[in-house]
């Protein structure tokens, strides 16, 4: 999710019961990401909040402190805002919700932009630029010793860089611009740059 305080409404995560799901979206305008986990049964009608990120650590405290209980989500409206509910157990918790005004993307648009990436079959014919800083937030998408491997592709080197992890985890990565309007290497130079490293040399000698 987005770290700039300015940006309030992408300032946290965006969660959505439809359809037999809960889905968690978050985005800082470079990086989306969606996360989903089947429900035992569905909500009587379809809900969605924003929970802002202050609002978060109250949640992450409550969902660790009962990891090896089963978590029960919900949504509910006072008089005046709407409220996350969480059980587990005898124990439960109410958080309030963001009350500013939301973006379209919070509106159904997530869904648009996703389909709309993955639909795109891989096609890399020229090089892709991406930022290292946003690649790594991805490690932590899988878990266990070696976790479960990332599918990734794009449709093109302006396209975003789609990056699946399982079958309930979709992220996208937006490119850095380049081609004249960007930083980034070519093939050419960076096959310059190596010449002398990568050029015909006798094998190397096999370690004792």
Not at 141 to 169: H, K, M, N, Y
């Amino acid at each position: 999710m987005s770290e700039d305080k300015t940006l309030p409404a992408l300032n946290g995560i965006f969660f959505e019961a439809r359809g037999g799901y809960l889905y968690a979206v978050a985005t800082n305008c470079y990086t989306l990401a969606v996360t989903r986990r089947e429900l035992e049964s569905g909500p009587d009608e379809a809900w969605s909040v924003f929970v802002p990120a202050d609002t978060l650590k109250s949640v992450r405290a409550f969902t660790k402190l009962n990891r090896r209980t089963a978590l029960y989500l919900g949504c509910r409206r006072d008089m005046y805002d709407d409220l996350v509910t969480l059980r587990a157990g005898h124990q439960s918790l109410e958080v309030p919700t963001f009350d500013g005004e939301l973006p379209k993307l919070w509106a159904g648009d997530w869904r648009g932009i996703v389909a709309d990436a993955v639909a795109g079959d891989p096609d890399l014919r020229r090089e892709m630029h991406l930022s290292p800083g946003l690649l790594a937030r991805w490690g932590t998408v899988s878990s266990g010793a070696q976790g479960e491997p990332l599918t990734v592709w794009s449709s093109g080197p302006r396209r975003p860089l789609v990056i699946a992890c399982g079958p309930d985890f979709l992220g996208l990565q937006m490119p850095i611009s380049v081609h004249g309007d960007g930083p980034g290497e070519t093939p050419a130079s960076i096959r310059e740059q190596w010449a002398d490293s990568l050029g015909n040399h006798p094998p190397a000698a096999k370690a004792a």
